[in-house]
């Protein structure tokens, strides 16, 4: 009997240290899933705002390291901060400095501003879209599989590029609700 119980110790043995083994592969897939996630593929909006407006999504691409489609949606993320902050026809200026600003507002991650629904006419509609706006860019560069602290050194890249394509006081206009 002692001879029969070693054997079977030995089997139990081997049949768990399998099953340890056996659980090795997926984890390490899911990790390499999680990397895979790090870079979102790019959506047919992103690919379509990175051709509508090469210049700018080629410098911020560049200031951010990170690929066309990401700064694209990064731009769409803050522009729709700025047009959650700003009076229509405020907005419309720096819609105009901006070639695809349609296709790049489209790039954003969904609900970016986390003001939609507060930008109302009231005053209180106005300091909700204020207060949620950059925190809500953040979240935006996270879902792109940016760096939410990225947002400070987009901000100059676009408010740069608005100064140079539409004048200095549509650059300051930017400047002033990205703070």
Avoid: C, H, W, Y
């Avoid at 659980?23 to 897939?29: C, I, N």
């Avoid at 080629?58 to 803050?78: I, N, V, Y």
Wanted: zero cysteines; a positive charge; glycine letters at 14%.
């Amino acid at each position: 009997m002692t001879r029969q119980s070693g054997i079977v110790g030995i089997v139990l043995i081997v049949t768990f240290g399998g099953v340890g083994r056996a659980q090795t592969p997926p984890a390490a897939a899911k990790v390499e899933s999680q990397a895979e996630k790090k870079v979102p593929a790019a959506t047919a909006e992103a690919t379509a705002a990175a051709k509508a407006s090469p210049d700018l999504v080629g410098q911020l691409s560049k200031e951010l390291g990170s690929t066309p489609e990401q700064a694209a949606g990064a731009a769409g993320a803050l522009f729709d901060v700025a047009k959650g902050r700003l009076k229509p026809e405020e907005f419309s200026q720096i819609s105009a400095a901006v070639p695809g600003m349609p296709s790049l507002l489209s790039a954003a991650p969904a609900a970016t501003s986390g003001a939609k629904g507060a930008t109302g006419t009231s005053g209180l509609g106005k300091m909700a879209g204020s207060a949620m706006g950059l925190a809500g860019a953040a979240s935006a560069f996270s879902k792109l599989g940016l760096d939410p602290k990225l947002v400070s050194k987009a901000v100059p890249v676009l408010t740069s590029f608005v100064s140079k394509s539409g004048g200095a006081n549509v650059g300051n206009l930017l400047a002033g609700v990205l703070k």
